[in-house]
């Protein structure tokens, strides 16, 4: 396993359309969190899971917004009728929960540009 | 609520030595990470401190003071590679609440 994979790196899509974004954490992790940063900002928190259940959402994620991971193996984030403000950078990260540091190993991203 | 606060931008020499604070508000701690992010990349693990004090790795260090919501990560002789971007970032309950970043920029 060589890391946290994203698919795809690059979307380009118009307003109004629906996206799909797919993230396949480290396989002994059974965290796995969604997080989207801007340019010139830190990364924001989104949501997690906690092997199959999502245990947390933040206040910011609109119900445009959905997230699944049917498995407690990859998950997928989906944007239905995007906006030009949903355009950044979306970022996956996986931990072990009972591991020492909790460290968050991150994903390469997949920048989302709405026209 | 969280706040971060980190400067924006730092410039150094080559073989220099540079030091990013960050100073924290946060409705919970259970210790603080840097990580480091290059233009366009995933942000890559440098250090985390739970515990008051300094951690060294290498040319890197991290110091952290809990009773003064304190943190700072401390590069040494520093390298034309290691232009990029710094973040802090507080870790609670469950999340990772990031800094807005520091972008240091090396020099020959």
């Known amino acids: 396993d060589t890391g946290v994979s994203q698919d795809p790196r690059h979307k380009i899509t118009k307003r109004g359309q629906n996206v799909t974004f797919r993230c396949d954490p480290i396989s002994e992790h059974n965290r796995l969190y969604w997080y989207r940063q801007t340019l010139g900002q830190g990364p924001e928190f989104l949501t997690y899971f906690q092997n199959e259940a999502q245990l947390e959402k933040s206040r910011l994620l609109s119900d445009r917004f959905s997230a699944e991971r049917p498995k407690g193996s990859f998950s997928t984030l989906e944007i239905q009728r995007t906006e030009q403000g949903d355009s950044a950078m979306y970022l996956c990260?996986?931990?072990?929960?009972?591991?020492?540091?909790?460290?968050?190993?991150f994903g390469p991203g997949t920048r989302l540009t709405v026209l | 609520g969280q706040n971060i606060d980190q400067p924006t931008e730092m410039t150094a020499t080559e073989g220099a030595i540079v030091q990013i604070n960050c100073t924290y508000q946060t409705s919970g701690f259970n210790g603080l990470f840097w990580y480091q992010q290059h233009a366009g990349e995933a942000p890559t693990f440098l250090s985390y401190n739970v515990l008051d004090g300094l951690e060294e790795k290498g040319r890197f260090s991290s110091f952290l003071s809990r009773s003064k919501g304190y943190s700072y990560l401390l590069l040494k002789e520093l390298q034309m590679k290691d232009s990029a971007s710094y973040l802090c970032a507080v870790y609670d309950d469950y999340k990772l609440s990031f800094g807005a970043g520091t972008t240091v920029t090396v020099r020959a």
């Open positions: 990260a996986s931990t072990l929960e009972s591991g020492i540091t909790n460290e968050q190993f």
